[in-house]
Structure formats: C-alpha cells, structure tokens
C-alpha cells in the first residue's frame, strides 16, 4: 500500500476484555514497530519487529500485551484483560531496514479507550 | 533508555531561529528527528548517524556530536508550517529499539 494502515482508527472497549490492533506496513519493509502514546507525551517503545521474529520486545509492559507478525508483513497487538491504564493511542510504523539508519513511516494510529 | 530534549516548549515569531536539543547518558549509533502535528503521525525529518554528522534541508538542520552523545536541531526563519511537536529518537549501541524523548512543542506565531 501507500503507507502504514492500522485498524481499526478507534476502538472503544470495556475493562476485562480482549482486543487486537492490526497494523499492515509498507510493503517490502522488514521491519516494524509498535508503540504507545499518551496526551503530551513521546511515542512509547513496545516491541519491534525484524522479519517475522521480534527482535525486541523489552517495551511490552506485562503478559497482557503480546504481539505476532507470522508472515513477516502484518502485524497484530494483543491485549488481554484490559485495565482503563492501557487507554492510549497505539502507533506502528515500518521502516526498509533496521531502526540505525532507516527513516520509520508511521500509521495513523488506534485510538484505544477503556471504559 | 529515553533521551532528553529541551526545551520542553518554544513560541516563536514567524521568521525566528530555535534550537531544540537531545542528549542522552549512553553511547548512540543513530539520532532521528520526527514532527508530529495534533492528531496526526509522526513524520521523518532526517537521520544522522555516529560519526559526528550534519544534516539539514531548506531550512531545517541538525547536528550530532557522538562524543557528548547530543544532537541540536536548527530551524531557521520559521514559518507558522513549523508549529508542532518535534521529538528525537535515539538507537543505543547495545539495543535494538528506537526510543523517542518526550518532545518538544514548538508553536510559531504570524
């Protein structure tokens, strides 16, 4: 496609249960990214992703979050048990190549709220 | 680890320079710069990678000196289009990840 598509725009859900963000790169890009963003604040590192295999996932703040890209394209974010904290917009983004040197183009992002 | 910017705001005149800094406490092989206007994605500015390089088109530039592990941009002559939040991210040697500073809001007033 054109640019990064992320799914759905919002998501509004109820406290306890699951949800899964879908993100679907540029293609030919290998690497992807997600990330979390509160109000006033910098995006927030959760996982990335180089292929199909995460090469880092030290930003994913507990079990609850889980994150897979199985044909090394599409991606989706897991929540289980939702609590209202993890209300944010989640952000992904790819890039051509690792994070070094390669400029990462971002989707428009999931306005997650939990009521 | 998350780097620094400052400042953490800026109001300008259209057609007055800023400089916005990032630093961080640990040794770089990349610095990135991104602009994200409300409600919108972030988007790339420019890269600059270990080696201590310079970077700039029209009139929006930056710097990265990998000894003190800092990077400035330049805006000069802004214009009201240069309103937005501005943040660094930074690729550490020894992680895989590009982790983002807490921005910096720059608004340019006519």
């Known amino acids: 496609g054109a640019g990064v598509s992320q799914t759905p725009s919002n998501k509004v859900t109820e406290k306890g249960k699951y949800v899964e963000l879908r993100c679907d790169p540029i293609?030919?890009?290998?690497?992807l990214y997600w990330y979390r963003q509160s109000l006033g604040q910098g995006p927030e590192f959760l996982i990335y992703?180089?292929?199909?295999?995460?090469?880092?996932d030290s930003g994913l703040p507990n079990d609850r979050f889980f994150a897979v890209r199985p044909e090394g394209s599409v991606s989706t974010l897991k929540i289980q048990r939702t609590e209202r904290g993890d209300s944010a917009v989640y952000l992904c983004?790819?890039?051509?190549?690792?994070?070094?040197?390669?400029?990462?183009?971002f989707g428009q992002g999931t306005r997650l709220t939990v009521v | 680890q998350q780097p620094v910017q400052s400042p953490q705001a800026v109001i300008l005149r259209e057609g007055e320079d800023a400089v916005i800094n990032c630093s961080s406490s640990?040794?770089?092989?990349?610095v990135h710069w991104y602009r994200q206007k409300h409600g919108e994605a972030p988007v790339f500015l420019m890269i600059?990678?270990?080696?201590?390089e310079q970077k700039g088109h029209d009139k929006i530039s930056a710097s990265f000196n990998e000894k003190k592990q800092q990077s400035s941009l330049y805006l000069t002559a802004s214009q009201l289009s240069y309103s937005g939040t501005y943040f660094c991210?930074?690729?550490?040697?020894?992680?895989?990840?590009?982790?983002f500073g807490s921005g910096t809001q720059l608004t340019v007033l006519p």
């Open positions: 992703f180089q292929g199909t295999g995460a090469a880092d």
């Open positions: 991210g930074t690729v550490e040697g020894s992680a895989r990840q590009l982790t």
């Open positions: 640990k040794a770089l092989y990349s």
């Open positions: 293609s030919g890009h290998t690497a």
């Open positions: 600059l990678l270990k080696g201590g």
């Open positions: 983004a790819s890039s051509l190549q690792g994070p070094v040197a390669s400029e990462a183009f």
